[in-house]
């Protein structure tokens, strides 16, 4: 199916009259397409052209058209070993021009005419390795990380009734209606805006500040932990 749309391909370019009276082919060469073409799916005698010429093998062999390149004039031949170029072909007589069996036997696609052989050869299975042969030094397990809380959210709200700060770039952003793209206050305005809402008794510094005490408290013991696995580990080595 994909030889078909390469063909199509080639004869729109080739022979497909446009508005002007002219076709592509006639514009890239300066005059009409001549090339011998046969009909997609014929079985043809092709030109085989990597022959011996001492040798006694036959010149031509049997494959199914697939159409033309019109840039170098090559034949592309289907075969079951893969899509062969050829710069000649010669139609058979009428009763032999298509075989259902030829053309299921077809293997190789525009992209890739000579597909690769599969590897059927076994793995060669290793024996493990000695002891003074392996790693000795082993990466160390990564500590689980504790992420710091974020601080608390200011919203184009706490903005408007506060001031937008000269300097910032996230101010700057707000006031002048532009959509928010992940630009942060700068820590002064921060800061100032944070003061502000403290002032407030604004319940979200209230949750601020238990999150943060959550994260010192968790990361006291991620470091009890890991002083714990170090520990145990250096009387391991020391017993």
Not at 106 to 119: E, M
Not at 154 to 176: L, N, Y
């Amino acid at each position: 199916m994909t030889w078909i749309v390469k063909h199509v391909g080639e004869l729109i370019s080739n022979y497909q009259v446009n508005r002007d009276g002219q076709t592509a082919y006639y514009k890239v060469f300066g005059k009409p397409c001549k090339d011998v073409i046969v009909d997609l799916g014929e079985e043809v005698h092709y030109r085989v052209s990597e022959v011996d010429t001492g040798s006694l093998d036959g010149r031509w062999e049997s494959g199914i058209w697939l159409g033309i390149r019109w840039k170098s004039m090559e034949h592309h031949i289907g075969t079951a070993a893969g899509v062969i170029k050829s710069y000649a072909v010669e139609r058979k007589p009428l009763e032999d021009r298509w075989s259902k069996e030829a053309v299921e036997a077809i293997v190789g696609t525009p992209w890739r005419p000579q597909p690769a052989p599969a590897d059927t050869t076994v793995p060669r299975v290793l024996p493990p390795l000695p002891a003074d042969q392996q790693l000795r030094n082993q990466p160390r397990p990564r500590e689980p990380e504790v992420r710091a809380p974020l601080r608390p959210r200011i919203s184009k709200h706490d903005v408007a009734r506060w001031g937008f700060s000269e300097g910032c770039p996230r101010c700057r952003q707000i006031r002048s209606g532009k959509a928010d793209d992940g630009t942060k206050h700068s820590e002064k305005c921060r800061q100032h805006l944070e003061t502000e809402i403290t002032r407030e008794n604004d319940p979200r510094i209230k949750r601020a500040e238990d999150k943060y005490t959550e994260f010192e408290a968790e990361n006291m013991r991620a470091q009890e932990t890991m002083y714990a696995r170090r520990a145990a580990k250096a009387a391991r080595r020391a017993g």
